[in-house]
Nanobody, 126 residues
Framework: QVQLVESGGGSVQAGGSLRLSCAAS????????MGWFRQAPGKEREGVAT????????YYADSVRGRFTISKDNAKYTLYLQMNSLKPEDTAMYYC???????????????????WGQGTQVTVSS
């Protein structure tokens, strides 16, 4: 069993920055993928950025590439999302997620991610 707890959300003005953290407890294998997903009101949950926990492969949605950076601290079992140049359209609940194996076919889709945190709200005002 894996527990994921997000933190770091908040309200910022457009152009600002936030850093999200996700603390994982339980069994996290280096063969897992972990990532950040977001869901805005009335919209489906979408992948933002994911990373292979046993390496450095990263994957980004086109909408955030160049502005967001996903990283991890394996020793602390913690995942991060540095968000710069935030836009109002980045407003959403942000969720941390983990797969349970390395066979994640589409890295930015929710299907293969089985563990989820409760989410942290990010609000960007114009």
């Amino acid at each position: 069993q894996v527990q994921l707890v997000e933190s770091g959300g908040g309200s910022v003005q457009a152009g600002g920055s936030l850093r999200l953290s996700c603390a994982a407890s339980g069994y996290i294998s280096s063969s897992y993928y972990m990532g950040w997903f977001r869901q805005a009101p009335g919209k489906e949950r979408e992948g933002v950025a994911t990373i292979y926990f046993g390496g450095d492969n990263t994957y980004y949605a086109d909408s955030v590439r160049g502005r967001f950076t996903i990283s991890k601290d394996n020793a602390k079992y913690t995942l991060y999302l540095q968000m710069n140049s935030l836009k109002p359209e980045d407003t959403a609940m942000y969720y941390c997620a983990s797969s349970t194996n390395m066979f994640v076919r589409k890295k930015l889709e929710t299907y293969d991610y089985k563990y989820w945190g409760q989410g942290t709200q990010v609000t960007v005002s114009s």
